[in-house]
């Protein structure tokens, strides 16, 4: 294949690592100069690609790329944009087709999660239909965990390690206080389909006596009653008690306590949030007083305490990317095989699109235990490689050295405007 | 003074370096075991010393006690238990008194905020009554920041660097996600009456165009409209607005955004929810997508992003009590004095208790900027060395490796039980 430009783009929620997935793509494009002339990033993620909106990473120097590694959020912009099928929205795919010519684009990696996926499968064929050859890669990243075949998603292992260490923390801040103050703490985390993220709370402790007590899983029905009956277990027996709660727990019939329709402590319509609905359960129930944190964007945005584990995956995803590409391969994903558990080692090996797009993993029965309230020894073995290592971004003046890019535009060669 | 041995209690909210604190006191003891028999830690606070419930710290190996300065939490349990007035309550510093001479306790270490330091105070009036000498030292800590005299206060450094890295890592991620989704994003800080903690948010960012973008202080009157048009100026200006709003946020009536209608032990009103108020506004209002974070207890317990500056102060403030106690002094506070900003110089000075004793310092308005939504130079060059450097714990199998004590208690030696 003759010397090309490589477009990348980031897409849906951003991660503490996608950012180290570009650092991974740019260096490796860097490393092939004679086969990738630059690297194109999307600004805001496909947008940028439909729009013509494209950012010159070659402005960037190796200095600030390589920063990439240590920065979260999406350093181009991402977006929340799904491209519809190929036959409800061909002028999209077109479009596409036609900026890639435009500015000889002929490697497309496109970093995120199942829909993005979907779309890098699609861009796929419509380049073979329109005789237009785009290698299309997909780079897996999701904080949820819930892509197919891989054995975990680069952005998990750091958020399973905020998680898990800010349950730890917070436990034992709780634990000193139980005597005269709070009883109940309730700390809410993300995944609105899969308990992936809420099971990592269950890594802070080992035994039942310790911290996470109870952890509420999108994929147990929610209880009300047996939930309530292992909180006040829980105070009677260690003076207190900790939740971690996912944000997609939901009862029997599928509804999401979140939306419950409930008010809160304070008589506040409820405005989603599941752990001031799970608290003011305990309150009114038990009688108990509590505390909820609401982790939010912090918890996929923590860089300070990224895994290590994560890191190097998350750059060795979006390093392969390039390397399949650049072997002529296509319509893939590099995905992470576990090759042991103990020592962990694992290694990058590649799945077809059609087989990722759409599909999600979720957390499976066994890795939970009996009473729906906790991890089991496999859940573990599992998660606790993930979240190993630490790798903090360098420091000035107390805070993170995190790098802005000057994110300056290819000059645009196309006369049509196109309107997402 | 005889050989003697000592009290030690932690009191109130603890924090991520009140262990730190501990570990000054009892290593600095242990190195005067001529004058130091024991130091007893008070399980759960002052509780454990009117309930004869102490805790054997002699029992604990040298290298336990240095693993207190890298854990978070009360390692001897805290409480939040204020002694009312002597004359109100006389039975109480009555019995205090009477555990301390039945245990040949010289010296009382009280680990808190104000309450605490009233207390302290109170201890050491009635101690002189009683004619049973007691030097009686308070030892500051305080994620609020709001004791007087001392330039800032343990506990405050390692929650300010925890806020302002957060709101850093989450603008971040917000202004990668604002061209499709998210465009408001709120963090709810702790500061019940001093918007010390809001203010450390305002680290984040140097120019108006950095987050935060708005900063909400207790001492500023909330102004529903004048803050609305500022979130909307900065979504139209920069795509995204990053507000972080203390829990004591209220308007000019005095009424907070959140209210409980419920009180502490201390008789403190009950504060929480602020954040999906202000959300809910930006909502109805102004009609963009928000997403909102609470903090909690993660924000007080997060050792693992601990400042450096704060760890050395909380225990150099647990030293120089017991420095200060076996130089015969009583009634005082070791404070830290502020030598110079750059660069920043400390050194550890003394206060006498009853210039502390419930008083709060608030952040002064020179420190706030002329429309209140953000920090001024002056707050800047105040907060800044405050946060400066990581003092990371080790960590085993991915997660911090904090330490728990054995907790032994120490013989009774009182016929009597007392209820508190």
């Known amino acids: 294949m003759a010397k090309k430009n490589a477009f990348y783009a980031q897409s849906g929620g951003v991660t503490a690592v996608i950012n180290a997935s570009a650092c991974g793509v740019i260096e490796m494009a860097r490393k092939h100069k004679n086969q990738i002339a630059n690297v194109y990033a999307g600004r805001n993620g496909i947008i940028g690609a439909l729009t013509e909106d494209m950012i010159d990473t070659n402005k960037e120097s190796a200095r600030t790329i390589a920063a990439l590694r240590h920065t979260p959020g999406g350093a181009f912009g991402s977006a929340r944009y799904k491209l519809k099928g190929i036959e409800e929205n061909r002028l999209e795919y077109e479009r596409l087709i036609e900026v890639f010519k435009a500015h000889d684009i002929g490697y497309f990696f496109y970093n995120g999660g199942n829909d993005s996926m979907d779309t890098a499968h699609k861009v796929s064929q419509i380049s073979r239909q329109m005789g237009y050859p785009v290698a299309c890669l997909g780079i897996p990243k999701t904080v949820d965990n819930d892509l197919p075949i891989t054995d975990n998603c680069p952005g998990f292992g750091s958020v399973a390690k905020y998680i898990a260490v800010s349950t730890q923390e917070a436990a034992l801040d709780v634990a000193s206080m139980a005597k005269t103050s709070t009883k109940v703490f309730v700390l809410e985390v993300m995944g609105r389909h899969a308990g992936w993220i809420a ?35 829980c105070v009677d027996r260690y003076d207190y008690c900790v939740i971690v709660v996912s944000e997609g727990a939901r009862y029997a019939d599928g509804k999401f306590l979140a939306e419950a329709g409930t008010r809160d402590a304070f008589g506040h319509a409820q405005l989603g949030g599941v752990a001031p609905v799970v608290a003011d359960m305990v309150r009114q129930e038990l009688g108990l007083k509590y505390h909820y944190a609401v982790a939010d964007y912090l918890q996929r945005s923590a860089r300070h305490i990224a895994s290590a584990t994560d890191v190097k995956q998350a750059y060795a995803v979006g390093e392969a990317a390039v390397k399949f590409a650049l072997q002529g391969k296509t319509a893939i994903m590099p995905v992470i095989k576990r090759v042991s558990d103990t020592p962990y080692k694992w290694k990058i090996d590649e799945a077809p699109l059609s087989r990722i797009a759409n599909k999600e993993k979720m957390l499976p029965k066994r ?32 805070l993170p050295n995190y790098v802005i890019l000057k994110n300056q535009p290819v000059t645009k060669k196309l006369k049509t405007d196109f309107v997402v």
């Open 199 to 233: 099971a990592a709370g269950g890594l802070a402790g080992k035994t039942p006596a310790e911290a996470p007590h109870i952890i509420l899983f999108p994929e147990v029905p929610f209880n009300k009653k047996a939930f309530l009956q292992r909180v006040k277990e």
């Open 367 to 398: 890795y939970i235990t009996a009473d729906g309230f906790g991890i089991t020894a496999a859940c573990r073995r599992y998660l606790e490689p993930l979240i190993r290592g630490e790798d903090y971004p360098p420091y000035k003046n107390g």
